[in-house]
C-alpha cells in the first residue's frame, strides 16, 4: 500500500512539473506532427516543406501554432488550420489555437531543400531563390532538360506557372518564385 | 453616444474599406470571365488574379472589422463620417462589411466598377489598377500602420505579377492586328477618364497621410504616367492615334466618397443579392 502512495505521489509531483514547464522534447514532438500534416493542394509537400509554419508556442496549458498564407487568396489555408487541429487532436491535444500572420510575407525561399526534391520527383519544378534573378528557366522536371519554354504566368494554382519542355514536349507546372 | 470615438481611427476604417472595397469590385467584374477567356490559360491567368484579389481584399475588411469592433462603433453612434451609416450591423465581420453596405456607402475607385467590355477594355482596367496598385503598395510597406505594411507587402508580390501579365497583354492586343489595336484604342478612350480619380487624396485620406499611415496618391502620378507611357510606346499606342489619352481629358471623380456611376448598384444587387433575401446563410 505504502509503495502504491508513493507511486502516486510521485506521479502528482511530475505532473505539477509538466504543467510549469512542458515536458522535454514536447515542442519537438508538436513539430514532428506537424511534418505529417500535407498541403490540400500538393500532398506530397508537408506545410513545414512549405514554411507555411512560423512557430510553435506553448502558452500554459494551449499549443499556439502560428501559421503565414502562401498567397492572400490561398484557398487551402482555412483547409491547413483544421487540418492541422485534427492532427492534434488525434494525438491527443485538446487545446490548440491557430493564428495566422501576414508579417513578414511568406516567401518560396523558406521552403526547405527535401521539399524542393520532392517538388521534382511530383514533376514540378520548384521555385528558384530570390537571390537568383538570371533568366534561365526552370529545368524540365520529367526528362531534365533545361530548354524550356513560359506558356503562362498563372498555372493551375496561384503559385504556379506553366511551363513546358521544348525537348520532351511535357507541360508541367512551376512554383513561381514569391 | 458616451463613447469619444478616435477621428483618426474613423479615417483609417475609411481608407482601409477603400482600398478593400477597389478590389472587392474588381474581383467581381473579373469573375465574370470564369469560363469566357479567350482560351484556356488565360481564363485560369484572370481568375488567378482575382483571386489574388479577393485575398487581399478579405484581408482589409478583415482588419476593417477588427477596428470598427475594438472602437464599438455602431449604428447608434452613427455619424456623418461613420463608415457604418446605413449598415444594418451589429458586430462587424468580413462579410457584414462586403454584404451588407449600401452603394453609398462603398468607396471603391471608379475605375474597377466600369464594364468588362471585350478583353481589350478588361486587360487595360486590370492594366491601369495593378500599375497603381503596385506604386501604392510599394510606397505602404513602409506605412506607420504595422497591420497595412504587412498587408502590401505580402500583395506587392503578387500585384508585381498582375502587372507583368497584363503589360504583355497591352502589348500583345495593341502591337497585334489590326482589330486589336483598334479595339485597345477603344477601351483607352473609354477608361482614361476614369484615371485621375486614381490619385486624388479623400478627405479621410489626406488625414492620415499626414501621420504616415497612408501613401500620398498625388506623387504617384508621374511614375504611373510613366510605366503606362513605356508600354504604350511598346505597344505602339500613340496620343495621336490614340484618341488624345494623355490629353486634358475630363477625369471622373467622386468613387472614393460613395459617388458611384450608375453601374455599382447593378454589381451589388448581384454580389449581395443571397445575404440580402437569405440573411445570415452560409455554404
Keep these: 500500500m505504502q509503495i502504491l502512495n508513493e507511486n502516486k505521489i510521485s506521479d502528482f509531483k511530475q505532473l505539477e512539473s509538466l504543467k510549469v514547464q512542458p515536458q522535454e522534447g514536447f515542442k519537438e514532438a508538436i513539430w514532428s506532427l506537424l511534418q505529417q500534416v500535407p498541403d490540400p493542394e500538393i500532398p506530397v509537400l508537408s506545410i513545414l516543406d512549405l514554411g507555411i509554419v512560423r512557430d510553435v508556442k506553448i502558452n500554459e496549458d494551449e499549443i499556439e501554432i502560428i501559421i503565414t498564407p502562401t498567397y492572400s487568396g490561398c484557398p487551402a489555408m482555412d483547409m491547413i488550420s483544421m487540418d492541422i487541429r485534427l492532427k492534434l487532436i488525434e494525438n491527443g491535444h485538446k487545446k490548440i489555437k491557430i493564428t495566422s500572420v501576414l508579417s513578414p510575407a511568406w516567401t518560396t525561399d523558406w521552403m526547405t531543400e527535401d521539399g524542393k526534391r520532392k517538388l521534382i520527383e511530383y514533376g514540378i519544378a520548384p521555385p528558384k531563390m530570390q537571390s537568383d534573378i538570371s533568366d534561365t528557366p526552370p529545368m524540365c522536371p520529367q526528362c531534365k532538360s533545361p530548354d524550356t519554354k513560359l506558356l503562362s504566368q498563372f498555372g493551375s494554382t496561384a503559385c504556379k506557372a506553366l511551363y513546358q519542355c521544348n525537348d520532351c514536349k511535357e507541360p508541367f507546372d512551376y512554383f513561381k518564385c514569391h | ?283
Design chain 2, 1 to 283: 453616444m458616451n463613447v469619444t470615438i478616435n477621428q483618426s481611427t474613423i479615417q483609417l476604417i475609411n481608407y482601409t474599406l477603400h482600398l478593400a472595397d477597389s478590389n472587392l469590385i474588381l474581383t467581381q467584374r473579373n469573375a465574370a470571365w470564369c469560363g469566357h477567356g479567350p482560351i484556356l490559360e488565360q481564363d485560369i491567368a484572370i481568375t488567378n488574379i482575382t483571386l489574388d484579389l479577393i485575398g487581399q481584399s478579405r484581408n482589409l475588411y478583415q482588419y476593417a472589422a477588427k477596428l470598427i469592433n475594438e472602437k464599438n462603433i455602431k449604428l447608434s453612434q452613427s455619424t456623418a463620417s461613420s463608415p457604418l451609416e446605413k449598415a444594418e450591423v451589429e458586430v462587424a465581420t468580413e462579410d457584414s462589411l462586403a454584404y451588407l453596405r449600401t452603394e453609398r456607402e462603398f468607396k471603391n475607385l471608379l475605375l474597377v466598377e466600369q464594364e468588362n467590355g471585350d478583353w481589350a477594355q478588361t486587360i487595360v482596367r486590370q492594366f491601369f489598377y495593378s500599375v497603381y496598385q503596385y506604386l501604392l503598395y510599394e510606397k505602404m510597406q513602409t506605412s506607420s500602420d504595422e497591420q497595412l505594411a504587412g498587408i502590401a507587402a505580402k500583395s506587392l508580390k503578387e500585384v508585381t505579377y498582375h502587372v507583368k501579365w497584363s503589360s504583355e497583354w497591352v502589348v500583345r492586343l495593341g502591337d497585334g492586328t489590326e482589330e486589336s489595336h483598334t479595339r485597345m484604342q477603344h477601351a483607352i478612350k473609354e477608361l482614361w477618364p476614369y484615371t485621375g480619380e486614381m490619385f486624388l487624396p479623400a478627405d479621410y485620406e489626406t488625414a492620415i497621410i499626414a501621420e504616415g499611415i497612408a501613401p500620398d496618391v498625388s506623387l504617384l502620378k508621374e511614375e504611373w504616367m510613366k510605366k503606362v507611357g513605356d508600354v504604350f510606346l511598346e505597344a505602339t499606342i500613340s496620343s495621336s492615334s490614340g484618341g488624345g489619352w494623355e490629353g486634358a481629358t475630363f477625369m471622373h471623380s467622386g468613387g472614393k466618397n460613395g459617388v458611384h456611376t450608375e453601374k455599382l448598384g447593378y454589381i451589388l444587387s448581384d454580389l449581395q443579392y443571397l445575404q440580402r433575401t437569405y440573411s445570415g446563410a452560409e455554404w
